[in-house]
């Protein structure tokens, strides 16, 4: 497995979706070998829960980001033919075009086959506007025509992956991103949680959770603050992440009028998230742009009532009234309507948050996603190699 | 309703980015102004007010090293940088 981030160095979904995977893999049999960047305090190599983790460090940086890119590939690469002396690895797995340049070269180094996870594409975060995108959509493509396989993780990502991309449909499987949702199982006193974050007992506590990008939406998120506080005064939100676009929210939240009922905590650690998680009322997701949207998958496991945007792959778990609420994306009417349909009826909530742990316990656990990714592995591995 | 357009990123974001490209985030490969300055091609007191931003937000320690003032990406400045690649 060949990924720009895992554990402890965690960007968005990809470090969790390659730790539950690896851990999985390993549960089922596999040998796993995670191939990934240094981050201050790791070791170059260990083992965990029998994964085998090496963390490789660029020796050389360059300030141009495209340029670094290249260069902890190729350092990546380096240490992937080094081990390979001693380990004869039968896949090669790369999340995302970050470190495709290295799965790439060691695919035809070793010929093996490549199996690439298409996490997103810079076409549906940012446009192609730039130099710099246009180089990175050039990556992705080069990504998925090199594969032997593509995985998405959502119906939605797999339209955009073969309409973008034009690779055949049978290239490409979807397999959803998992969760643990035993990590909720333990207690948290939700009343020292909230208390912590500012909510009175009488309050309600609206939670977001996401990386402060343009595509997270969280901008609309907060127009909606002064909308909703109109019909429930009692509402607080918790923004909970960090991201460039921050300053800009925290610009926006000021001209609401409304700034003391918004929150940003910054990063909080993985016990704090998953404390704060259990102890909202609401989590909205108010994303533009979602391949899968894992956030929402969270909350529906940790029992909160979901309010999430009908953009991607939301649509495929999120079911309007059923698992969740969808709302129109872009919209702080539609938001605050959502939120407000949630804290109206206590009672519908409690049976959105059942069915929606239903759907994550059948679906979305790390088990039956390792089977499905370890079915992938097989077909490639029975492959002659194409190159 | 009307939003404003995307805002550009910040100039200290650009310059801890680049810190963190250029490999800025060990004692042993911390940087001076000076250096930042003529890697990243900004002058010198935009990047010491940036550094000096940075430092307050927590996304970059100031060290000493045989006496040199040099700076580092703390673990949060990392996190920070990789929000804007992904």
Redesign the interface.
């Known amino acids: 497995m060949i990924t720009w ?1 895992y554990p402890p ?4 979904g ?1 470090a969790r979706h390659c730790e539950g995977l690896a851990k999985a893999l390993v549960s089922q049999g596999h040998d796993v070998h995670v191939f990934t960047l240094d ?3 790791t070791p170059d190599y260990e083992e965990s829960g029998g994964i085998r983790i090496y963390r490789t460090r ?1 020796e ?6 495209l ?2 890119v290249l260069l902890f590939n190729h350092f990546i690469e380096k240490r992937l033919a080094d081990v390979s002396r001693l380990a004869d690895f039968d896949v090669l797995h790369v999340h995302d075009w ?1 470190t495709a340049a290295a799965g790439i070269s060691f695919k035809h180094f070793s010929k093996k086959p490549l199996v690439f996870t298409a996490h997103s594409t810079e076409h549906g975060r940012s446009g192609l506007h730039i130099p710099d995108s246009f180089t990175i959509d050039g990556f992705e493509w080069w990504s998925t025509f090199e594969a032997n396989k593509v995985i998405v993780t959502s119906g939605a990502m797999k339209g955009e992956v073969c309409g973008h991309f034009h690779i055949p449909d049978n290239k490409v499987e979807i397999i959803p991103n998992g969760i643990d949702p035993s990590k909720y199982d333990g207690s948290v006193d939700k009343g020292a949680v909230r208390a912590r974050y500012g909510i009175q007992p009488h309050e309600k506590m609206i939670l977001c959770v996401g ?4 595509q997270k939406g969280i ?1 609309y998120l907060i ?1 909606a603050v002064p909308i909703l506080a109109r019909r429930r005064p009692e509402t607080k939100f918790i923004i909970v992440g ?3 676009f921050r ?2 929210l925290e610009w ?1 939240a000021n001209t609401t009028g409304h700034r003391w009922r918004i929150t940003f905590t ?2 909080i650690s993985d016990w704090d998230l998953m404390a704060v998680t259990k102890s909202a009322d609401v989590l909205v997701v108010p994303s533009i742009y979602e391949p899968f949207g894992i956030v929402a998958l969270e909350g529906m496991a940790a029992g909160v009532p979901v309010v999430a945007s009908q953009v991607g792959g939301l649509t495929e778990f999120v079911e309007h009234d059923r698992t969740g609420v969808l709302t129109y994306p872009r919209n ?1 009417e539609s938001i605050a309507w959502g939120i407000d349909h949630v804290l109206s009826n206590l009672g519908h909530a409690e049976w959105l948050v059942k069915n929606a742990r239903e759907v994550v316990q059948k679906a979305y656990s790390w088990e039956a996603i390792a089977k499905k990714t370890g079915k992938v592995y097989k077909e490639v591995a029975g492959r002659k190699e194409q190159t | 309703m009307s939003y404003t357009p995307l805002p550009p990123v910040p100039e200290e974001y650009k310059v801890l980015s680049m810190m963190h490209n250029i490999g800025a985030v060990t004692p042993e490969r911390s940087l001076t102004p000076d250096e930042l300055a003529m890697w990243t091609g900004i002058d010198v007191s935009t990047v010491r007010d940036c550094l000096e931003r940075l430092k307050e937000l927590g996304y970059v320690e100031h060290i000493e090293v045989s006496g040199a003032e040099k700076y580092i990406v703390t673990k949060v400045g990392i996190m920070k940088v990789l929000t804007l690649y992904s």
């Open positions: 981030e160095r965690v960007v968005g990809i981050f201050p305090g660029s050389v940086g360059h300030p141009n980001f340029t670094w970050l990386r402060l990008v343009p901008e127009h960090d991201g460039w300053d800009h926006v910054g990063f702080p």
